[in-house]
T-cell receptor
C-alpha cells in the first residue's frame, strides 16, 4: 500500500448526509486520484489533481467534491446528491515519472 | 467508461500451472499496465509495457502487447496459492502532465493447492 493512507477503513452514511474520506501521502507525489470500485468491477475515475489548488473531474464526478489545499492531502466528499454511494473508494498518487500509480488501502462506504 | 475488457472474468487453476489472462482496449495508448488486487485491498502495480514494446518480463510475469489488435496478455508461470487475487489491466492514453489510467473489468484468479 506504499506511503498512502486512507481513513476510515469503513464509513457509514445516513440518508442526506455528506461524508468525507481522507487520503494522505508522504511520497512527495504531485498527482493524486480518487476511484470508485463497485463489486466485481474495475475502477472508475472520480476526480484527479495534478498540483495543489487544482483538480479535474473524472468520468463519474457527479455527487462528489474534492479539495487539494496541501500536496500531501486529497480528501473526497461524498455529498447527498450521490444517490448510490455504496462502494469501495480508492485513492492513488503518481510521482515524477507520472506513469505508475500507487494505491492506498481503500475505504468502504456503506449506507445506513 | 472502462476502456479495457478482460478475459476470462474468472480463472481457477492448480498450483504450479500457468495462468493467462487477456485484455482488450479501444483507443491508442502510450502504455498498458497490469495491477493486482487482493480481496478488499488496494491495487499493486505489477508491470508496465509501452506502446513500442511487444513483450516484457518480470520474474514469473510475462506481458505481451499487440497494438494492431489492441490487446495484451499477462502470463503468470508456475502459479502459487499466494497469486490468488484479481488482476486488472489499465491503459494510459493521456499525453498530458498526469497519468490518467482507464481500468479494465478484471480477472479473478483462484490458485488451489
Amino acid at each position: 500500500d506504499g506511503g498512502i493512507t486512507q481513513s476510515p477503513k469503513y464509513l457509514f452514511r445516513k440518508e442526506g448526509q455528506n461524508v468525507t474520506l481522507s487520503c494522505e501521502q508522504n511520497l512527495n507525489h504531485d498527482a493524486m486520484y480518487w476511484y470508485r470500485q463497485d463489486p466485481g468491477q474495475g475502477l472508475r475515475l472520480i476526480y484527479y489533481s495534478q498540483i495543489v489548488n487544482d483538480f479535474q473531474k473524472g468520468d463519474i464526478a457527479e455527487g462528489y467534491s474534492v479539495s487539494r489545499e496541501k500536496k500531501e492531502s486529497f480528501p473526497l466528499t461524498v455529498t447527498s446528491a450521490q444517490k448510490n454511494p455504496t462502494a469501495f473508494y480508492l485513492c492513488a498518487s503518481t510521482g515524477q515519472g507520472r506513469e505508475t500509480q500507487y494505491f492506498g488501502p481503500g475505504t468502504r462506504l456503506l449506507v445506513l | 467508461s472502462q476502456q479495457g475488457e478482460e478475459d476470462p472474468q474468472a480463472l481457477s487453476i492448480q498450483e504450479g500451472e500457468n495462468a493467462t489472462m487477456n485484455c482488450s482496449y479501444k483507443t491508442s495508448i502510450n502504455n498498458l499496465q497490469w495491477y493486482r488486487q487482493n480481496s478488499g485491498r488496494g491495487l499493486v502495480h505489477l508491470i508496465l509495457i509501452r506502446s513500442n514494446e511487444r513483450e516484457k518480463h518480470s520474474g514469473r510475469l510475462r506481458v505481451t502487447l499487440d497494438t494492431s489488435k489492441k490487446s495484451s496478455s499477462l502470463l503468470i508461470t508456475a502459479s502459487r496459492a499466494a497469486d490468488t487475487a484479481s488482476y486488472f489491466c489499465a491503459t494510459d492514453a493521456d499525453t498530458g502532465t498526469a497519468s490518467k489510467l482507464t481500468f479494465g473489468t478484471g480477472t479473478r484468479l483462484q490458485v488451489t493447492l
